[in-house]
């Protein structure tokens, strides 16, 4: 009795197998790309990383005319992700979102043992950047970044600021900012992502907050952002001041970009390069990333190179600020 | 390990304490040369490993003072049976990359079912087989083809690109 | 017309209805296979969700979330293996029903269970939304700190015959849940050299490895006695029986949808420790202690009802706050945002209203959506069992390679589940139970960040006292913890001494 559908069943699906490779044999190979490319996220779904796919996913698709699978491998601040982009094939259909100065930060730290090298990965494209901002509750004392400093010169390390772990650029820019104006915060790093920070801050459990300042703009009505890292004011909250105005040099900003692994052929990052910076420029992107508080980079492959580099000289010497 | 009527005995308290204790070794062990860090990122697992260690010494205490017995394995058939499947399933592990995942399948559905089936007749092993990896194809275009789940399809075989069902 | 009423008639339109039946199937697949959770099963859905409008998306969405946390119930029930780590509660009751011939009913209460706790989770969101977020938000480190805390006294229902071994077992996970990369600091540790080891132990991973291949090496290991996992036997009038039972217990069922809505709204706290509270809480105010790890019904839809209640409390300080509860909030969150719509205080008000309540609504409706859809798979789910044991081990082995290989595409996690399998299936035989190791595990993650930024804090505040105790959350936290731990040691020397005196009988 059992012999008989075990027979049968084997024989359907051995059939069922020769009718699919005949259908498959029935094909033919074009220019790049030919099938999905995978995406390889190496922060958790939901973050920014994945916003950033999810952004140009529809549209990248449209135009290379394959489906973009996106994979998630968390972990390691980033150095599971980029370890295994590194370690992939380079034909072009395993790229990775790169997130700086994450990328840098893990190698820097942890040098071999991070899984991955910098040259290991090809940087394709930078897409978007945040600068950092320092941000309290809309009813703090503290309304100009000019009390916050006052306060903490005459209390030294009372003020608890919260932040995205340790050796993060939460970390980094508290410290150069600390460092530029001379005062002791105490910084409290929360696990967990940017989302913890800012209930932190909002709850009341922290004085201050310091991570990417698109956050402080999606929840402007609960939060002020007392002053922006980098060089120019965000065009999402043009009244908010950045650090270099009040003569502090705070530079750390976090960025996203699109690599592969080093050895990819070049007409591969040519065409993910113009696609991606294609997608980028379109009108409904550019307004939906400048309302979200964060800046347009339209990096392609050369200025992405040297971006990368100017990166790595200038977070060895921070990263040694907080050894 | 002991052999009575009863089955294969082994006192669990006694060995279940050194386990932990092991454990615990290896854990405080990690921890005094562990790579830089701050204090705090060493202080949860000496917390845990010290509590482990505590527990591993109370086990053995009771294990020694008590002879407390746990029997493990009914007989040699029992202890055969579950072995014989474990060394199956590593071995599948082992050779998952190498043979792909619809083969490694293949072989165990239909190994195990002859072998534990109880038709141990040995013609019909290659029906079994047959049916195993048929079984082991149709999962594999089920994951792979629909789910989208990178399983190996085999480095002996290509890498399994032959496989219609990949994306 | 108030956008809270057309948001009820919307959902009830045939459109919405099919995108929920659409979404209740998906989720239910997504949950059942081991190794799939809901977020992935919510990421695989976002891009076929770009071609949708808005409210479309969402009501897609919330199905497929919602009845995910049913789907998980069953592998657990019948195979002892959790579909998703929510489920790690329902597989000590649930599997033992089903080797007491009653896989039938099982799967039914737990049916029964996920539906009403995502009614209560649709309620609570629907009418409480506000208030709750800004509970939430008094939520800081220290009482995430307390709550984990409040976490390991569950440890008392868990363990068995030897509370040394439950302790033992329980410090054992809170160690392996500090392998990889350190929550807060940017340090490896326990990793000897293994780059695979950066990323940590996977719960999915370790919850396959712990519950799953122990199971299955028991399964041969009975199979001359047992050539079946257990009989079939079709159950007439089983529905009635298990609404009976359901419903006749209604603080069990008020108990248990508390717990899971609290926890939703807890930071950092998700459905597994949900679930294993709800249980725990059972086990405690239950008259009928001694049935639980045989096979108890209330252990069985409390975790069920919880773990379901969640997914919608999740959605409170999502949709209020623009905080993701969790994973899968995180993901419906990010959906929201590219599809222009931003949470907030806006989504409730204005244009966006009715989309909003549609969706909420379609959390209350996705219980007896589910609940429909369900009552026909169970039929045909249940002829697992059917299957015997030679072919069903090896399968049931398999899909755990399959779904420890899916979490991060890692051969090297299904050696560790492997590991954890073997290692789980000896502790087993030496009388430590995987349920104490699964909860250090879970909650290691939680209590570990939460202690590390709370004393940073303590530092910044120049006393500890004030950070960790003298906090009103903290403070009930705390005094809780001391009340599970005296109820949790009564009641298991309770359970010992009627377990005791059935032998001497």
Redesign the interface.
């Known amino acids: 009795m059992r ?1 008989t559908w ?2 049968t ?2 024989a359907v ?2 059939a ?2 020769v009718l ?2 005949l ?2 044999a029935a094909g033919a190979p074009s220019a790049y790309p030919t ?2 490319i995978t995406w390889l996220v190496a922060f958790a779904p939901g973050g920014q990383s994945d916003v950033e796919v999810r952004r140009v996913q529809p549209h990248l698709e449209k135009l290379l005319g394959v ?1 973009i ?1 996106v994979e998630y491998r968390t972990g390691g601040g980033g150095a599971v992700g980029w370890s295994e982009l590194a370690r992939a094939r380079p034909d072009g259909y395993t790229v990775g979102g790169l997130v700086m100065p994450h990328m840098v930060i893990q190698t820097l730290l942890r040098g071999a ?1 991070a899984g991955y090298r910098l040259d290991q990965i090809r940087s394709i494209a930078w897409t978007v950047a945040a600068p950092n901002a320092l941000m309290v509750r809309k009813d703090s004392p503290f309304r100009t970044l000019r009390d916050f400093v006052e306060y903490a010169k005459a209390n030294p390390g009372k003020l608890a600021v919260g932040g995205v772990e340790r050796l993060s650029p939460s970390d980094l820019s508290l410290a150069q900012f600390m460092q530029a104006a001379g005062i002791r915060l105490t910084y409290v790093p929360i696990a967990g992502g940017a989302g913890p920070v800012m209930t932190s801050l909002m709850g009341g459990h922290v004085d201050a907050a310091t991570t990417a300042a698109s956050h402080g703009i999606r929840y402007k009505d609960q939060v002020r952002i007392l002053a922006v890292s980098g060089k120019h004011r965000l065009k999402a909250a043009p009244d908010v001041p950045t650090f270099s105005e009040f003569g502090y040099n705070v530079t750390v900003e976090t960025s996203w970009g699109v690599g592969a692994p080093a050895g990819v052929p070049a007409e591969v990052v040519t065409r993910l390069s113009q696609a991606l910076l294609q997608v980028m420029r379109m009108p409904e992107i550019r307004k939906a990333v400048e309302e979200e508080g964060l800046t347009p980079l339209y990096y392609g492959p050369a200025e992405s190179q040297a971006y990368v580099n100017r990166l790595v000289a200038t977070y060895r010497d921070l990263v040694q600020l907080l050894r | 390990m002991e052999r009575h009527e009863n089955g294969w005995m ?1 006192n ?2 006694l ?2 304490g050194l ?2 204790l092991a ?2 070794a290896v ?1 405080l062990w ?1 921890a005094a040369h ?5 204090v ?3 202080l ?2 000496r917390l ?2 010290v ?2 260690a505590l ?2 010494l ?2 053995v205490g ?1 294990g020694v003072r008590a002879h407390t017995r ?1 029997r ?2 009914q007989d040699r ?2 202890a055969l ?2 072995l014989g ?2 060394g199956a ?2 071995a ?2 082992a050779l ?2 190498t043979l792909g ?1 619809w083969l490694v ?1 293949g072989l ?2 239909g ?8 038709g141990a007749k040995p013609g019909r092993v290659w ?2 087989l ?2 195993g990896i ?2 082991g ?3 594999d ?1 089920l ?1 792979v083809g629909v ?6 399809g085999g480095a002996l075989w290509g890498e399994g690109s ?1 496989r ?2 990949v ?1 | 017309m108030d956008p809270v009423v057309q948001g009820l008639l919307n959902v009830l339109s045939p459109q919405y209805l099919l995108l929920m039946a659409v979404g209740t199937v998906a989720g239910a697949i997504v949950g059942a ?1 081991p190794g ?1 959770t809901a977020t992935m099963g919510l990421t ?1 859905l976002l891009p076929f969700t770009f071609v949708m409008d808005t409210t479309s998306s969402l009501v897609l969405m919330s199905a497929l979330h919602s009845s995910a946390f049913f789907g998980d119930a069953v592998p657990a029930i019948l195979v002892a293996t959790p579909g998703t780590p929510s489920a790690v509660a329902t597989v000590i009751e649930g599997h033992q029903l089903t080797r007491k011939g009653k896989a039938h009913h099982a799967l039914l209460t737990a049916l029964l269970a996920s539906a009403l706790g995502a009614l209560m989770g649709g309620v609570s969101l629907l009418t409480l939304a506000e208030p709750l977020a800004r509970l939430s938000l008094r939520f800081g480190p220290p009482e995430v700190f307390w709550v984990g805390v409040l976490g390991l006294t569950m440890m008392a229902s868990l363990t068995g015959r030897s509370l ?2 439950g ?2 077992g329980t ?2 996970g ?2 392996l849940s ?1 392998v990889g990369v ?1 929550h807060v ?1 940017n ?4 990793a ?1 050299g293994l780059p695979q080891l950066q990323g940590g132990v996977d719960l999915v991973v370790a919850l396959i490895g712990f519950f799953t291949i122990p199971q ?2 028991a399964m ?2 009975r ?2 006695e047992e ?1 079946y996992v257990a009989e079939y036997r079709e159950q007439r009038g089983a529905l009635r029986e298990v609404f009976r039972e359901t419903l006749t217990k209604p603080l069990l069922l008020l108990r248990a949808g508390v717990v899971g809505i609290i926890v939703g709204i807890v930071p950092a706290i998700g459905g597994p420790v949900a679930a294993l509270m709800a249980y725990n809480e059972a086990w405690r105010a239950s008259k009928k202690k001694e049935e639980f790890g045989k096979g108890s019904i209330e252990g069985l839809i409390a975790p069920e009802l919880a773990n379901n209640a969640v997914g919608p409390a999740d959605m409170i300080p999502t949709l209020t706050l623009g905080i993701p509860g969790s994973a899968p909030a995180a993901v419906i969150m990010a959906a929201l945002l590219l599809h222009g719509v931003k949470p907030g205080a806006g989504l409730f008000t204005g244009a966006s209203a009715i989309m909003t309540y549609t969706y909420i609504w379609s959390y209350v409706v996705s219980g007896f959506v589910m609940f429909v859809i369900g009552y026909f798979l169970i039929r045909l789910l249940a002829q697992v069992i059917r299957i ?4 069903l ?3 049931v ?2 899909l755990a ?2 779904g420890s ?2 979490v991060r ?1 890692n ?1 090297f996690d ?2 560790m589940m ?1 590991g954890f399998g ?1 290692l789980g299936y000896g ?1 087993r ?4 139970e995987s349920g104490p190791i699964v909860l ?1 595990l879970l909650l ?1 993650p939680i ?2 960040p939460a ?2 930024t709370s ?1 940073t804090l303590a530092e910044a505040r120049g006393s500890w006292l004030h950070v960790f105790v003298l906090r009103p959350f903290s403070l009930a936290f705390i005094l809780l913890t001391v009340w599970s731990l005296v109820r949790g040691l009564r009641g298991w020397s309770l359970m010992q001494r009627t377990a005791v005196e059935a032998e001497d009988d």
């Open positions: 012999g075990r027979g069943v084997t699906l051995a069922g197998l699919s490779l259908w498959a099938r999905p489906r699978l043992e | 082994v669990d308290a060995w279940g386990l932990m454990v615990a854990a990690g562990g790579t830089g860090g701050q705090s990122v060493w949860f697992p845990a490993a509590s482990l527990c591993g109370m086990l009771q746990v493990i394995w058939m029992h049976d579950v499947f474990a399933v590593v599948y592990v998952l990359r995942f399948t165990l559905l190994g195990t079912a002859h072998a534990l089936g109880g029906g079994w047959a049916f048929a079984l194809l149709a999962l275009a994951f789910f989208r789940v990178p399983l190996p032959w219609p069902w994306p | 296979l799939f695989l040394v071994k302790l033992a410090a054992l809170l160690l500090t350190a600091e340090v490896v540790r326990y000897f299955v090496l041969v290991e199979r001359r050539r015997p044991v030679s072919l081990a090896p399968l082995f398999t390679v399959i290989f899916a595409n051969l299904v050696w492997l073997f502790l035989k030496l009388g430590f250090g290691g209590i570990e202690l590390v004393l």
